[in-house]
């Protein structure tokens, strides 16, 4: 399943990869924190509990993936690679095609903070 959010904020792929990172999480999200890094990883803590958490810098903006989630879940934040090209577009997937409701209203929540805390902050 893939969940989109189209964030009518103008910034350049830069200033998204110099600003989300894995220690700068709890400026964009109340219930994601940074615990410490782990290789070349990082583990953190979220809704669902503490997971190994991949980040990249990818052509656009960054991508986060929870690694050790049984979802697979991702998501990226990037900018200009669309005809969306001067907003921020928020993209979450999972590797399953069905859900119960509670777990996609659970991603949905997830989302909403991603998106205050993303309006909020640029």
């Known amino acids: 399943m893939e ?3 189209i964030i009518d904020k103008k910034v350049t792929q830069e ?3 110099d600003s989300v990172q894995p220690k700068s999480i709890e400026n ?3 219930t994601m924190l940074f615990i410490e890094n782990h290789e070349e990883n990082f583990l953190g803590s979220t809704l669902w509990g503490e997971f190994k958490i991949s980040y990249d810098k990818i052509n656009g903006g ?3 993936t929870l690694l050790d989630c049984p979802n697979a879940l991702s ?3 990037t900018t200009g690679l669309s005809e969306e090209r001067k907003r ?3 993209h979450c997937t999972i590797n399953q095609s069905n859900k ?3 777990f996609i209203e ?3 929540e997830f989302l909403d903070e991603w998106e205050t805390g993303i309006k909020a902050f640029f």
Do not use: A, H, Y
Request: aromatic content about 20%.
């Open 15 to 17: 200033l998204i990869k």
């Open 75 to 77: 998501w990226t934040i």
């Open 100 to 102: 119960p409701d509670e």
């Open 28 to 30: 964009f999200t109340e």
């Open 3 to 5: 969940f989109f959010r």
């Open 62 to 64: 960054v991508r986060f």
């Open 106 to 108: 659970e991603i949905q």
């Open 88 to 90: 921020i577009i928020l």
